[in-house]
């Protein structure tokens, strides 16, 4: 089941906890820019696979670009 | 899993860091200085005039720090009796911090803007200001830098 989270100081707490983080934008606009220690897996690209280089014992926190 | 809603654009907009190739551009969020007047709407000019010294920019905010216009030399200059929201130029163009200082430049060439341009959150509030003199200084002296990496 999904939470959301909505401040910055939220989303380094959980960081520091241990979370993954996770960025579903494309690989360009995740090589440009990205949140330290984030890895990419593309919105469109999110599958059983993909999401299998994640830890599953541990919170993961995605994000894209804003509200939007 | 959590759903981060406010996304990347949120991060950058506290001024947190970044990794990626933008690492090595210079943002306008990195390099806005935060210590603009700021005043309120129902202000007189004159109070304004009073408080701000030298300044020939204050930023008309409402209590949460959303811009609700700016006052420049000639609105300062105008009637003191009259308020910030009565004389003050509504809905001013604004940037996010993570618009690099050449789109900015580009921005306010196109735009006609000489002086301060505004650097907000997306819901409008309030970050800082970068004049185009110092962004103009702050580009060139870093594209000096590289020219002298790589001779």
Redesign the interface.
């Known amino acids: ?8 100081s939220e ?1 380094k707490r ?1 960081l520091e906890q241990g ?1 993954q983080l996770v ?1 579903v934008l494309s690989e360009a606009e ?9 890895i990419n897996i593309p919105l469109k690209r999110l599958d059983a696979t993909t999401a299998a280089r994640l830890d599953r014992d541990r ?9 939007g | ?11 950058y907009e ?1 001024n ?8 090595d551009e210079i943002w306008i969020g990195d390099v806005a200085g935060s210590d603009v007047p700021t005043c309120s709407p129902t202000e007189t000019i004159g109070d304004i005039r009073r408080r701000i010294g030298g300044w020939d920019t204050c930023v008309v905010v409402d209590s949460k720090g959303v811009v609700l216009g700016l006052l420049r030399k000639k609105e300062l200059d105008a009637d003191p009796k009259a308020t910030a929201e009565q004389v003050m130029r509504p809905g001013p163009k604004t940037f996010r911090p ?1 618009v690099t200082l050449e789109e900015l430049l580009k921005s306010m060439r196109d735009h006609e803007i000489q002086t301060n341009s505004l650097v907000t959150t ?1 819901e409008g509030r309030l970050l800082g200001v970068i004049s185009r003199a110092d962004a103009e200084a702050t580009l060139a002296h870093e594209q000096a830098a590289e020219t002298r990496t790589d001779s």
């Not at chain 1, 089941?1 to 910055?8: A, D, K």
């Not at chain 2, 899993?1 to 991060?11: E, N």
């Not at chain 2, 947190?16 to 690492?23: F, L, Q």
Request: proline share 8%; glycine share 6%.
């Open positions: 089941m999904s939470t959301q989270v909505f401040s910055v989303v959980l979370a960025d995740f090589e440009h820019d990205h949140l330290p220690g984030a919170p993961v926190i995605v994000y894209c670009n804003d509200f | 899993m959590i759903d981060y809603k406010p996304g990347k654009q949120a991060w506290d947190e860091p970044r990794e990626g190739k933008a690492v993570n997306a």
